[in-house]
């Protein structure tokens, strides 16, 4: 059997043979460092070298060797890959193998390994072939060479000098273990993550009465390290939304983390109703104390229906895009300040159309920055997969995903958020009404309110009860608006299919509270008996100057 080929392969050969050659070293070269200092020494006490021959590789009992050593060696050959060599720890890991058997029969553990193709490819190829860490029907993990070899006629039995394959499998149980545990330790580290930024996510939406939106969200690839992607949609009350989105710079259950507690509160900060500019001033002051090192990009915008536009800042967020009722594509670009986090920094407000029919998208960056890309180049296609864009918010979500080749294993997490203002018409339209009136004069504007409310709400065909309450409602906000306000001021009056909101604007920034009135005073009950008759009230500034005081009442529901 001519091992020649392979029998570098086996340890300890190469050290051998590194011994033959210092031993054929001509003494002129010794004192260059070939050799140890020590080892010269005794070499010249040693008899001279043709009387001590040292044994070529092919002299060595290759087949005591080959059984001693603890990796598993068998020898195959033929086209049919007859066993024709097995050694002792082969044997001891799966038994004794008859000789001269084919491998499909005699080494049914090859088959199971998988490993009959790959002798095939071998024999064809004249070529090694490796495959690592293939687990046994025996629980072991083994790391198999595949190297072809020649056998001679007659050298083993069954041989007729056809090519063969010499199997050697070193087994990485240990390792293979220890690797799927780090790979297990993994999976339940990124299951985590995932867990956390799911739950700290809006498990279901708030629907407000005049958008239709949805989200979704991609977590990043299979890596542990998910992002700090959120989105969230927060009603603010008189019919108005505010709208969120944001990424938290860097991955993992940290970016989760602060996530969770940036979103907490832009919710509380929302309440405040405040311009969003000033949202993100107060966040960036909070993401500061969170983790000064931590910065995180955010967009914050607010729908108000009456206004037909949304009025939005950046705190160095990508920009919003919005679609026209025509398909034309805008970018809410400008201004955008620095991120969340910096400090020390002023934000801006800017606004953009949203009219009756327009469709508004908020994303973050996995959804459009790749590496080989200009980042612009795939804002660009979302535009453009935006202006084709047809559908409800969801269909639309998913469309934007896929047109920018988002996949499950995409390298980041994408956040996406779409929103409609339904174009409304027929008996759709007559669900949204609208009604304006601008309170002027002195005290004679009170009475001429409740009977413009009565007859609105009349004509609205609201019944008894909800009528009354509303003009009680408009004669209440009015005359608190007329004692403590200021010029220009207007009630305005607005249904939708769930609610009736009745709002009064004027001149005077000065936000009401509700307070105790004792029994002596003649003042102070117009805004405890809102909040009493009503289903929510609230207060805000406005942006020109002055205020907004504004209450809800929720319809009946359609009986089937």
């Not at 979704?216 to 998910?226: I, K, L, M, R, S």
């Not at 000033?278 to 009456?306: F, K, M, W």
């Not at 590496?371 to 180049?377: A, C, F, G, T, Y």
Request: glycine share 10%.
């Amino acid at each position: 059997m001519n091992f020649t080929r392979w029998s570098a392969r086996l340890p300890g050969t190469q050290r051998r043979a590194a011994a033959r050659t210092e031993h054929t070293v001509t003494p002129d070269r010794r004192g260059e460092g070939a050799v140890p200092a020590a080892r010269a020494e005794r070499q010249s006490d040693d008899p001279p070298d043709d009387t001590l021959p040292v044994p070529a590789v092919d002299d060595l009992p290759t087949r005591e060797i080959l059984d001693r050593i603890p990796a598993l060696v068998a020898l195959v050959h033929g086209h049919d890959h007859r066993t024709a060599y097995v050694n002792d720890a082969y044997v001891a890991a799966f038994g004794g193998r008859p000789l001269g058997a084919p491998a499909r029969e005699a080494l049914p553990e090859l088959d199971a390994l998988g490993l009959l193709p790959l002798l095939d490819q071998v024999l064809r190829s004249s070529k090694p072939r490796t495959v690592k860490s293939r687990k046994a029907p025996s629980g072991r993990s083994y790391t198999i060479t595949c190297t072809p070899v020649d056998v001679p006629a007659g050298t083993e039995p069954g041989a007729g000098g056809e090519g063969g394959v010499l199997i050697f499998a070193a087994d990485v149980t240990d390792h293979a273990e220890a690797a799927e545990r780090l790979r297990a330790s993994e999976r339940r580290q990124r299951e985590t993550a995932v867990t956390l930024q799911r739950s700290l996510l809006p498990q279901e939406l708030e629907e407000p009465d005049d958008l239709r939106i949805a989200a979704v969200y991609h977590p990043g690839g299979t890596e542990t390290a998910v992002g700090g992607d959120w989105y969230d949609v927060i009603t603010l009350g008189g019919g108005r939304t505010a709208l969120v989105i944001g990424d938290v710079m860097g991955r993992g259950v940290r970016a989760a983390a602060v996530m969770g507690q940036l979103r907490t509160a832009v919710r509380a900060y929302a309440r405040l109703d405040l311009p969003p500019h000033e949202v993100l001033q107060l966040l960036d002051g909070l993401a500061t104390e969170i983790d000064a090192n931590q910065i995180a990009t955010c967009a914050y915008a607010v729908h108000d229906p009456n206004e037909g536009r949304l009025v939005y800042a950046s705190a160095g967020h990508l920009p919003i895009l919005v679609r026209d009722e025509n398909g034309t594509v805008q970018r809410a670009d400008e201004p955008i300040g620095p991120p969340l986090g910096t400090g020390g920094w002023m934000h801006a407000s800017g606004s953009i159309p949203l009219c009756p029919g327009s469709t508004a998208v908020l994303y973050t960056d996995g959804l459009v920055e790749r590496r080989n890309e200009d980042l612009d180049e795939g804002i660009a296609a979302l535009e453009r997969a935006l202006a084709g864009a047809t559908g409800t918010p969801q269909v639309i979500c998913d469309r934007l995903v896929r047109s920018t080749g988002v996949t499950a294993d995409h390298d980041d997490d994408v956040a996406v958020l779409v929103l409609q203002h339904p174009s409304r018409t027929g008996p759709d339209g007559d669900l949204f009404r609208n009604a304006a009136l601008e309170l002027l004069g002195g005290v004679e504007a009170a009475p001429r309110a409740r009977a413009f409310a009565s007859g609105v709400l009349t004509s609205w065909r609201f019944p008894p009860e909800l009528h009354d309450l509303g003009v009680l409602a408009a004669s209440e906000l009015v005359a608190n608006s007329l004692q403590h306000g200021t010029p220009p001021m207007r009630l305005r009056l607005r249904r939708t299919d769930r609610r009736l909101i009745v709002e009064v604007t004027d001149g005077n920034d000065h936000l009401p509270r509700r307070r105790r009135a004792e029994p002596g005073d003649e003042s102070g009950r117009g805004i405890s008996i809102i909040a009493t008759i009503a289903s929510n009230w609230g207060s805000r500034r406005t942006p020109g100057g002055g205020k907004a005081v504004w209450c809800e009442f929720a319809l009946p529901r359609a009986t089937p």
